[in-house]
């Protein structure tokens, strides 16, 4: 009697079977290449709430008939979404340590290069017998160098290799420091820094890169600019020592001419396997962060060039670098010039800059990410303006010195935060060429803006620095208002 109820209520055929079942996705870590980004994630959960659920809520009493029916009477299986992709770790593989190293310590030479300017300027003037308008040049070759790197990242890589990327970037470095070493004439000097620039703009990418997709990308990417932000004051304090001691202003490229060479070793060595570590993903069908897989180079450049994060983060990068460049490189000169000061004095002010750029990164990186990063650049942003009034308005030098340190200090997380806020929000297949582009256009800000600075200050005085930087400061606001909410993953 039983088995009559039973088969009253299940009428299945025992000479069915299913044929060709659907596959599932194994769960590999290397098997799901391009999840949604956070912003992604939250959109397809908004899409999901408003065309209800996918199956019927009350399925009814009909006995499935066939094979198939069977299978689509079962809840559907879970979908990719809800799978995490396993991340490496600063310490896993342990080969990884050696290569944050090498990041650090070549974005602590990109540091180095950037700051000391500001205190060679005035040499490099007299030496020369050029104005502001001239000598600002190499700010405008700088920017060129970035701005040509920007298309050609992700197809250097493509075709070198990490490795053999970060070789070239950092002997192209070092082929402009042995031209700078030479004292050579000033037409020269504008074509080592616009070399600089191509060569700094060919490693940040995919160094910024490699420490946006370490696990705990925040914490990685405050050693990363932190670093940056320590060659940031013995730049200056260098250049500043030599050149009051009688030395030549290309002396300072001397002691950066080692740096490049240790970086071009470490690099090699640490990234020559990288390759093999991270093999390349191949997407099992397209997703949302990916539709197109079998997109070339040119369309994902396009792709990410149109993207409104990438836009948006160029235009923010621009404003930042703009404004911490044209502190750094004119802030002695309007000290010189307004405050009566001699160079020998004052020369050290922009120690005091960047290390308050360090400080912050250190300090403040951390409880910027409690609080939220978007919050929290917001916050910063207004205090460097305010800040940036008083070193314009307050007539003391000692007071003014103290101020521009502060600025350093707000200014200090901006650059690792927004850096974690893009990696959220840019799609994985697009990271590359996105990353490189803001890097590229953004950081050409630190050579636009010192340049007509310079121009100004020519015409009307140095004190132009301080309403261009607030003018900065509020562009960065606005763009960074702009950005798309960065939701928490919720797998």
Request: aromatic content about 10%.
């Amino acid at each position: 009697m039983g088995s009559h109820s039973l088969g009253a209520l299940i009428d299945i055929e025992e000479s069915a079977h299913i044929r060709d079942p659907p596959p599932v996705l194994k769960k590999e870590p290397h098997g799901l290449p391009d999840l949604p980004t956070a912003y992604e994630l939250d959109e397809l959960r908004t899409a999901t709430r408003s065309q209800g659920p996918s199956i019927p809520a009350t399925p009814g009493t009909q006995t499935p008939r066939t094979p198939n029916d069977l299978e689509m009477s079962r809840p559907p299986s879970p979908e990719y979404i809800d799978i995490v992709e396993v991340l490496q770790t600063w310490t896993e593989p342990p080969i990884n340590k050696w290569r944050v190293l090498s990041a650090c310590m070549m974005n602590f030479g990109n540091g180095l290069n950037d700051a000391a300017p500001g205190a060679l300027i005035p040499y490099m003037e007299k030496d020369y017998s050029i104005g502001y308008a001239i000598v600002s040049l190499i700010f405008v070759t700088n920017a060129v160098g970035f701005l040509s790197a920007a298309p050609l990242a992700a197809i250097v890589q493509s075709r070198l290799g990490r490795a053999k990327t970060l070789v070239l970037a950092q002997t192209i470095i070092t082929a402009a420091y042995v031209m700078l070493t030479c004292k050579p004439p000033f037409p020269v000097v504008v074509l080592a820094f616009y070399l600089i620039g191509l060569g700094i703009a060919s490693q940040l990418a995919p160094n910024n890169m490699f420490c946006a997709n370490l696990a705990i990308p925040t914490t990685c990417l405050v050693f990363f600019h932190g670093t940056y932000g320590i060659g940031g004051p013995i730049g200056p304090l260098i250049a500043t020592s030599l050149v009051t001691n009688g030395r030549a202003w290309s002396t300072f490229y001397f002691i950066a001419l080692p740096l490049a060479l240790l970086n071009l070793l470490l690099a090699f060595l640490s990234f020559r396997t990288f390759e093999t570590d991270n093999p390349p993903l191949h997407l099992l069908h397209p997703t949302p962060s990916n539709p197109h897989p079998t997109s070339s180079r040119s369309q994902l450049l396009k792709a990410a060039l149109r993207n409104k994060t990438t836009i948006l983060g160029a235009l923010f990068i621009f404003a930042y670098q703009g404004a911490e460049v044209s502190i750094s490189g004119w802030v002695i000169s309007f000290l010189i010039s307004y405050r009566h000061s001699s160079p020998s004095h004052v020369g050290y002010v922009t120690s005091g800059f960047w290390a308050g750029i360090t400080l912050g990164r250190f300090l403040l990186s951390h409880p910027a990410h409690r609080i939220g990063e978007k919050r929290a650049t917001f916050l910063l942003i207004a205090g460097a303006t305010a800040f940036q009034l008083l070193v314009w308005l307050v007539p003391n030098v000692i007071g003014e010195a103290v101020a521009v340190s502060i600025v350093g200090l707000l200014l200090g997380p901006i650059y690792p935060c927004a850096t974690s806020v893009f990696t959220k929000l840019i799609p994985r297949r697009l990271q590359m060429s996105s990353l490189a582009g803001i890097s590229a256009l953004g950081s050409s800000g630190g050579a636009v803006a010192p340049f007509f600075t310079g121009l100004l200050a020519q015409s009307v005085g140095t004190w132009v620095l301080h309403p261009i930087c607030v003018g900065l400061f509020a562009m960065m606001g606005g763009c960074w208002w702009g950005l798309p909410r960065v939701g928490k993953r919720r797998e």
